[in-house]
Structure formats: structure tokens, C-alpha cells
């Protein structure tokens, strides 16, 4: 060890990180031996460390073994993803060593870690509907998520306040469909009116904002190059009034449709996409064209949650399509759409997703379910509620339960300048997340994974995006990375007592642990 590498060893020491104790990492590696000495880089930027990488086909994917000696580090790993996660690891392990001289060369502290994921879906959702954050709020979020080696960022792109993605066939779609005319008033409290809920708005109009071809291409190249893939959401049959707004003609009731989406103000609207017209069904199907040209992730997500069917049960058209279709009730609309464009996205070498309201009903086995609702007081009071109950029925999963896994929920922080939309979920809450609880043994292979949902009605910028992810997000990343559950919760939290610091320090609006 050279003398200036000694000065760093022992500076490091006497800071907030001890070089000869465990480093702290996030998530935790499945399995890591601290050996003693350090290795001096000579370089004071950890990107700029030189990494002997092999290929070892004996791990699993994803993995890799990382190897730091005095003499050097080496990286094994079965697949690209596995090199990119050492190098995060790595990365942490350098953060550690820093004394906060950024001219100061890194001393590494001498380990062997083996390492891999638990699950293969390790997602973090964002709606860019109700509140739009744009590209390089997004490229933030990834490159957040990469740090903590999740792989898929869910993309919620369309809902009843906004459509955010340019579509060339249906100009209106953004002109129209990607603007408000009012919005949810910061600092409103919902209350009731009759028997709606609803909260204070403004008279502010929002937007047109939307994402172009050229974005979407950006953001994907930038994802790509964090091994994430973008699943993007195009919601239907429900959660469509930015679409009808901007083309009534594709709902049942197209007269005042528009008026009475801009004037819902809350929620899901009653006007969804009409299942009985034709015209309806090209539409979505040209969409879905153009996300399938954008897009190469082989899952999309269709949507499929909160679908009233009180316009369905009106509409000639869909009573119609009903006989024809030998459907026994108005229900059965929703799984004759799912089952079409399964199909049809089928035929693309795609595989549809959706919010756990499509497996009710006849829908093909290689649909995904991602799983949100808890009970069966949620939803649409259809029999499917769990996701341990779509495993059980041979479907892949996606694990998101709103009461773990919604970060649009409280924190229960003593002092918290945010607004939530109500919920529970402390950070000691969300770590408590087991994608496989409560699936039989046998299903548990068809749980690829879980997410974290970022909801937006009442997170109106990237600070207070930040501050509801983060910590929590962490939690998240740990549950989805390290081995099944129990884990112990108070190791995790001395973990992210450094942590945090490391996130603040690259400027993360990351809320206190508690
Ligand atoms: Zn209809």
C-alpha cells in the first residue's frame, strides 16, 4: 500500500464508514466475505476503475461474483445485467471508502461477493397522468433504480386525466386528449358530495403534456443502458377519458362525453371505451401498433382496473356484441376484450399485463396478472382479488399490493410536508413485502416479481416524487433482490442510516427513516 492510499485507508476509517468493518449495501448481497487490506485505486472516480470481467456461464442470470484483493478486481458474471450489477455494487462499496475529497484516490476494501436476484420483476411504477414529470425526471428515476438494481420501470401513460404519448394516426389524442382544464388544488382535502368524493380543483388548465416518438426513443436507449426495460401502460377498457375526450366517438355514449370527463374531477369516469363499436377496437389496436414499434419489451401492460359498466349496460352496441359473441353477461365484455388483445398483441410476440381485474372471466393463460387488490371490497367486486389466487390458476404474477406497495400512501413521519392520498405504508411496512406470501408452494414459480406504485393525484413535482419514493424504494429493491422473507428489518435500517446519507448526498429528496 502506497503512502497517499494509507492516508486515504486511514482518513476513511476515522469518517463515518470504518474501511475494516462490514460495508453497507443496498440491497444486500446475497452473500459477502470482508477479507482483510484494501485495494488502492488509483483512480478517484469508481467508473474509471479498472475491472478484469469474465464470462462464467455457472451463474445464474443476472449474478455475478465480484472480487476485490489488493492487487485487483475482478468481475464474474453469467450476463451483461450480472457485469452492470457488480459495478453498482461496486459503486456503493467505493462510496463507502470516500473520504470526500473528490481528487483522493478510492481504497477498496478487500471482498468476495456472490450474488443474485430472487426475482426476475423488480419494478417501480410512475404515473405520468395525473402529475407529468417529464424526461429528465425520468431518466433520474432510473438511474436511481439501477443503483438499487431494479429492472423494470412501469410506465402509466394513459388514464382519464391525461394522454401522455404521441400517437401520429390520432393527432387529437395529444392536442386535446394531453390537457385539463383543471386540476386537483394542492393542499385540498377530499370530502363528499351527494355520494361522490371529491376534492377542491382549481381553474388552472394542465398541459398538453406528452411524450413524443423521439423521447420515448431516448428514454429507452437511456433505460437500455441500465439493463431496465419499459413496460408501457395504454389503459382499457376503463381509466380511457383522455381518449374520449379526444375522440367521443370511440365511447357509448359520445354526446357530452368530453364535458363530463373534464368535470368528473376525481376517480374513474363512468365513460369508458365502447366494447360493442368496431371503430373502437381498430383504434386501440392502431395504438397498440405504434407502442409495439416503440417499445421492444416483450410485456405490455393493457390496464384492465376499475372498469364501471354502467355505460356498457345502456349501450345497444354493446348489448349486441354480447349476443354475438354468445357472452352471458355485461361482465364478460371485459375478458372478451382482454382475450382479443392477447391475441392480437400475440401476434406481435408480445404477452399482455394487466391490473388483477383481467383474469376474471375466460382470458388465455399467458396473460400476466399484476396483483393489487387486497380484498374484495376493492375493485370491481369480481371473485379474483389476490394475487396468490392468479399464481394458483397457473398465471405469471407481478406482486403490488396496495397496502405494501403503494408509495402514495402516508409514511407516518412525525413531520411531513407532503400530501398523501391517504393508506399506511412506514418504511418498516413496505421492507415487510413478500411477493410469494400467502402462494402455495407449487405457484410460487409463477411469481416474477413486484413493484413499487408511485400514484401522482397528490405528488405535483420531483421533490415530493423523491421524498415518497426514497426511502422506501430501498425496501422495495432489498425485498426483490435478497433472499425470501423473514428478513431483519433493523439491519436493514442501521444499513440505510448510511444509505440515505449517500442518496442526499447525490441530491435525492430522500425522506427521514422515520
Ligand atoms: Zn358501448
Known sequence: MNIKCLIVAASAALSCWNVFAEPVLVPAPRKMTVRSGVYCASVAD????????????????????????????????????????????????AEGAATGAASAPLALPCVEIVDSPAYRWRGAHLDEVRHFFGKENVKRVLDLMAY???????????????????IPAYPELTRIGAARPNSWKRGGKPHKVGDRRVIDRNTESYGPYFYTADDVREILAYAAERHITVVPEIELPGHAGAAITAYPQFACMPEGARERIWDAGWGNTVDVFCAGNDETIRFLERV????????????????????????????????????????????????????????????????IIGWDEILSGDVPRSAIGMSWRTSQKNGTGDKLTSGAEGAR?????????????????????????????GGHVPLEKAYSFDPCEGVAEEARAHVLGGQCCNWTEFTWNEHDLAWKMWPRTCA??????????????WDFYKRMEVHRRRLISRGVNCAPLR
Not at 485487483?72 to 457488480?86: K, Q, R
Not at 354502467?310 to 382475450?339: F, H, I, S
Request: charged share 30%; net charge negative; proline share 5%.
Open 393 to 421: 390458476r397457473g398465471h405469471d404474477m407481478v406482486m403490488a399490493p396496495h397496502l405494501l406497495c403503494y408509495y402514495d400512501y402516508r409514511q407516518e413521519l412525525a413531520d411531513d410536508p407532503f400530501q398523501y392520498i
Open 46 to 93: 469508481v467508473g474509471s476503475i479498472e475491472v478484469q470481467e469474465m464470462r462464467d456461464a455457472s451463474l445464474p442470470p443476472e449474478g455475478y461474483r465480484l472480487t476485490v484483493t489488493t492487487g485487483g478486481v475482478s468481475v464474474a458474471s453469467a450476463d451483461a445485467a450480472g457485469a452492470f450489477y457488480a459495478r453498482q455494487t461496486l459503486r456503493q462499496l
Open 148 to 166: 438499487h438494481k431494479l429492472n423494470v420501470f412501469h410506465w402509466h401513460l394513459t388514464d382519464d386525466e391525461g394522454w401522455r404519448l404521441e
Open 288 to 351: 397498440l401498433d405504434h407502442v409495439c414499434e416503440l417499445f421492444p419489451s416483450k410485456i405490455i401492460h393493457i390496464g384492465g382496473d376499475e372498469c364501471p359498466r354502467k355505460r356498457w349496460k345502456e349501450c345497444p352496441k354493446c348489448q349486441a356484441r354480447l349476443k354475438a359473441e354468445g357472452l352471458k353477461e355485461t361482465n364478460d365484455l371485459q375478458a372478451w376484450m382482454t382475450r382479443h388483445f392477447a391475441q392480437y398483441l400475440e401476434k406481435r410476440g408480445r404477452r
Open 476 to 489: 422495495m429493491a432489498e425485498a426483490l433482490w435478497t433472499a425470501p422473507a423473514p428478513r431483519d428489518f
